[in-house]
């Protein structure tokens, strides 16, 4: 048995098509359907909430460019992970692959689960409904935790695209497909709904009273908008999954990103056509009160039915890449040798696709959705600055590097996103230190297990 798991490897099924739907089917879930809300209490005026947009979608786009280069260079499972390992060594892979596992991409999943519960409660407001409380002081105003029926609904989705996931990377990739296919019509629709089907409203101009305004709150806007654009980066964990890495990755980053951003211009523009900014922040679900006001009471329940539509394609797609970067870090000796076992049959990493999805369905249990939010974002570009600036040491590092796709715009592109993701980290801490650092702490925690799986490199658990 143990035989068997050293030469399992993971196959390389996925197309470009099945790349691209990656990016898109990720990066667009629930954000786009909720954060404009917090996006106009931050800021105030419409045309600031734009700009927001553009900025964080140039700014995405400047690190989809930055990762064409390195996943074109090294087209292997886990992403960043090889980033990083590559560029400062493998003390930095470890820490990207304990924050992704513990943090990063599970809060992701377990934010994208609690969106769709939010959106599912349209039809059934019982789920909103208090199912029973945990007695630790993580509710509102340090109080007990509240667990609603939503929550417990959203954990039994995590787990069962958890479960679709181990039975191969071409099953979950095809259901990746057709659900994006899905999604991006049905946004489609409520794009076109918006824009032709109001005469706009009349105070168009009018913002916000109320807003935090300046830096402060547009940087916590941003914060906003970046996780409504997270998930671009997702498809460089597959990397060894894809047919003609050289090739498709660097298609399907690039285009896929700059598809997300225009249509999310174009959805935030239906939004303000048909909502005043007041309204837009008095909204929960701004899709669907648009949708209500144009369409009537159908509108908001098809509005409802593609939100969760789009963060099922989004939950698919994250839980079919996150678990690649524990396979991979436990594929180097630095993690749980479990993690690093591939099925024979199905040639995906079962066990990693599991932990994953049950360790996300426990942090459903912990806050609310602005919550979770927060708590992805602030350790997540930590990294994904680091990981942009390897570009920029490995062209040092390593000149004479195969490098099949170089970075438009070097140094300025990376060099940029670099900045941004400084200063984005500051405002997070400065803005939310609580979730912050807990974020922090999570990390931290992983350094006594780097130090013992150090000592222990010699015992390679497979060779990939």
């Given at each position: 048995?143990?035989?068997?798991?050293?030469?399992?490897?993971?196959?390389?099924?996925?197309?470009?098509?099945?790349?691209?739907?990656?990016?898109?089917?990720?990066?667009?879930?629930?954000?786009?359907?909720?954060?404009?809300?917090?996006?106009?209490?931050?800021?105030g005026?419409?045309?600031?909430?734009?700009?927001?947009?553009?900025?964080?979608?140039?700014?995405?786009?400047?690190?989809?460019?930055?990762?064409?280069?390195?996943?074109?260079?090294?087209?292997?499972?886990?992403?960043?992970?090889?980033?990083l390992?590559?560029?400062?060594?493998?003390?930095?892979?470890?820490?990207?692959?304990?924050?992704?596992?513990?943090?990063?991409?599970?809060?992701?999943?377990?934010?994208?689960?609690?969106?769709?519960?939010?959106?599912?409660?349209?039809?059934?407001?019982?789920?909103?409904?208090?199912?029973f409380?945990?007695?630790?002081?993580?509710?509102?105003?340090?109080?007990?935790?509240?667990?609603?029926?939503?929550?417990?609904?959203?954990?039994?989705?995590?787990?069962?695209?958890?479960?679709?996931?181990?039975?191969?990377v071409?099953?979950?990739?095809?259901?990746?497909?057709?659900?994006?296919?899905?999604?991006?019509?049905?946004?489609?629709?409520?794009?076109?709904?918006?824009?032709?089907?109001?005469?706009?409203?009349?105070?168009?101009?009018?913002?916000?009273?109320?807003a935090?305004?300046?830096?402060?709150?547009?940087?916590?806007?941003?914060?906003?908008?970046?996780?409504?654009?997270?998930?671009?980066?997702n498809?460089?964990?597959?990397?060894?999954?894809?047919?003609?890495?050289?090739?498709?990755?660097?298609?399907a980053?690039?285009?896929?990103?700059?598809g997300?951003?225009?249509?999310?211009?174009?959805?935030?523009?239906?939004?303000?056509?048909?909502?005043?900014?007041?309204e837009?922040?008095g909204?929960?679900?701004?899709?669907?009160?648009?949708?209500?006001?144009?369409?009537?009471?159908?509108?908001?329940?098809?509005?409802?039915?593609?939100?969760?539509?789009?963060?099922?394609?989004?939950?698919?797609?994250?839980?079919?890449?996150?678990?690649?970067?524990?396979?991979?870090?436990?594929?180097?000796?630095?993690?749980?040798?479990?993690?690093?076992q591939?099925?024979?049959?199905?040639?995906?990493?079962?066990?990693?696709?599991?932990?994953?999805?049950?360790?996300?369905?426990?942090?459903?249990l912990?806050?609310?959705?602005?919550?979770?939010?927060?708590?992805?974002?602030?350790?997540?570009?930590?990294?994904?600055?680091?990981?942009?600036a390897?570009?920029?040491?490995?062209?040092?590092?390593?000149?004479?590097?195969?490098?099949?796709?170089?970075?438009?715009?070097?140094?300025?592109?990376?060099?940029?996103?670099?900045?941004?993701?400084?200063?984005?980290?500051?405002?997070?801490?400065?803005?939310?230190?609580?979730?912050?650092?807990?974020?922090?702490?999570?990390?931290?925690?992983?350094?006594?297990?780097?130090?013992?799986w150090?000592?222990?490199?010699?015992?390679?658990?497979?060779?990939?």
């Open positions: 048995m143990a035989e068997a798991r050293v030469v399992t490897k993971l196959r390389r099924d996925l197309g470009v098509w099945g790349a691209a739907s990656i990016v898109v089917g990720t990066v667009i879930g629930s954000g786009i359907f909720l954060v404009p809300k917090r996006m106009i209490l931050e800021v005026d419409p045309w600031m909430v734009f700009a927001v947009w553009v900025f964080g979608g140039v700014l995405s786009l400047a690190g989809a460019l930055t990762y064409a280069e390195l996943a074109a260079m090294m087209p292997e499972a886990g992403g960043e992970y090889n980033y390992r590559a560029a400062y060594g493998p003390f930095w892979g470890f820490l990207y692959g304990w924050t992704q596992m513990w943090v990063a991409k599970s809060g992701s999943i377990a934010t994208l689960a609690t969106g769709f519960f939010y959106y599912l409660a349209n039809f059934r407001p019982e789920l909103e409904n208090v199912a409380q945990i007695p630790i002081p993580l509710g509102d105003g340090g109080g007990p935790l509240d667990v609603r029926m939503g929550q417990l609904l959203a954990i039994c989705v995590i787990l069962a695209l958890g479960v679709l996931n181990c039975f191969g071409r099953v979950g990739g095809g259901v990746q497909v057709g659900v994006t296919i899905l999604k991006v019509a049905l946004i489609g629709g409520i794009i076109g709904f918006g824009l032709l089907g109001s005469a706009g409203v009349a105070d168009g101009g009018a913002v916000h009273v109320g935090t305004g300046g830096m402060a709150g547009f940087f916590a806007a941003l914060v906003a908008a970046l996780w409504a654009y997270d998930g671009w980066n498809v460089s964990m597959v990397s060894s999954e894809v047919k003609d890495p050289q090739r498709n990755l660097p298609r980053l690039v285009y896929g990103t700059a997300v951003v225009v249509i999310y211009l174009l959805t935030n523009l239906a939004y303000f056509h048909v909502l005043s900014a007041d837009v922040a909204a929960d679900r701004v899709a669907a009160t648009m949708m209500k006001r144009v369409a009537g009471a159908w509108g908001a329940d098809a509005v409802s039915i593609a939100a969760m539509i789009s963060i099922f394609a989004a939950l698919n797609g994250s839980i079919l890449s996150g678990s690649r970067v524990p396979y991979a870090l436990a594929r180097d000796g630095y993690f749980f040798k479990r993690f690093a591939v099925s024979e049959t199905h040639a995906t990493p079962g066990f990693s696709i599991l932990a994953m999805s049950g360790w996300a369905a426990v942090l459903v912990s806050g609310r959705y602005d919550q979770l939010l927060t708590l992805v974002i602030f350790p997540s570009w930590i990294l994904y600055g680091m990981a942009t390897a570009v920029m040491v490995l062209r040092r590092k390593l000149p004479d590097a195969p490098r099949p796709y170089r970075t438009v715009g070097y140094p300025v592109v990376p060099v940029l996103f670099v900045l941004v993701a400084g200063l984005l980290v500051f405002f997070t801490l400065k803005n939310s230190p609580r979730e912050s650092l807990l974020g922090l702490v999570l990390i931290a925690l992983g350094l006594p297990f780097y130090w013992h150090r000592g222990k490199k010699g015992e390679k658990c497979v060779s990939d």
